[in-house]
């Protein structure tokens, strides 16, 4: 794990330590560090795994359109750190994106349900 996502994650833990501290619960720092932690990888219940994720995406949106063959490859954007090529980005909107629609080129406006 790199340093950065190191302490993303403290980070993350240390947050909701405090508010659960804030809330109330007058355990130690630590153990309600551990316990976020606990809970993010194996669930509230212990056995049911549960995550969620907030995911920025920068890219510019003519990155959207078709590009020439062999500039697919090359990187458009990013997410968090990581480049992502124009192919890329447009699966990641496709399969998880709501509300954004590829542009008709028949009409030249948004596609269908815009």
Do not use: N, Y
């Amino acid at each position: 794990m790199s340093t950065e996502d190191a302490h993303a994650c403290w980070a993350m833990a240390d947050r909701i330590a405090r508010a659960a501290r804030a809330a109330g619960d007058d355990r130690p720092l630590g153990m309600l560090r551990a316990q976020a932690v606990w809970e993010r990888i194996l669930g509230p219940d212990g056995e049911t795994p549960h995550f969620s994720a907030d995911v920025t995406v920068l890219a510019p949106l003519d990155a959207l359109e078709k590009s020439e063959p062999g500039a697919e490859r090359a990187p458009v954007g990013h997410v968090g750190v990581q480049p992502v090529t124009a192919a890329h980005l447009r699966e990641l909107l496709d399969h998880h994106a709501v509300g954004l629609h590829p542009r008709d080129p028949a009409t030249g406006g948004a596609g269908p349900g815009s």
